[in-house]
């Protein structure tokens, strides 16, 4: 099993940029499903950015399409969410989590997807 870490959350004002870093251990990324997923207080997991390494287009949700960009290194074994424009409704702590169950597509469907770690706190603010 492959285990993820997530780090580079942090506090930012609206507008800014924040680059999320997921490092995988004990498995290559490889030829995975990956996503990156997001929680806000009281509210259900949330699905952001998927992909599936080495192949295709990523998926995004409509709530980050054009500002998001979901990318790896399989080198470095390492999933990126670059995030833009950052707004205070972006403000959850991100998870990222490789796709446990077969689906057609690779989408960030939370239910399909886990373990789920510490995640990152992004925090968006004025």
């Known amino acids: 099993q492959v285990k993820l870490a997530e780090s580079g959350g942090g506090s930012v004002q609206v507008g800014g940029s924040l680059r999320l870093s997921c490092s995988a251990s004990g498995g290559s990324i490889s030829r995975k499903c990956l996503g990156w997923f997001r929680q806000v207080p009281g509210k259900e997991r949330e699905g952001v950015a998927a992909?599936?390494?080495?192949?295709?287009?990523?998926a995004y949700a409509d709530s980050v399409k054009g500002r998001f960009i979901i990318s790896h290194d399989n080198a470095k074994n390492e999933l990126y969410l670059q995030m833009n424009s950052l707004m205070p409704e972006d403000s959850a702590v991100y998870y990222c989590?490789?796709?446990?169950?077969?689906?057609?597509?690779?989408?960030?469907?939370?239910?399909?997807?886990?373990?789920w770690g510490q995640g990152t706190q992004v925090t968006v603010s004025s």
């Open positions: 989590a490789t796709r446990r169950v077969a689906t057609l597509m690779c989408t960030a469907t939370p239910r399909n997807f886990g373990p």
């Open positions: 992909l599936y390494t080495d192949v295709g287009s990523p």
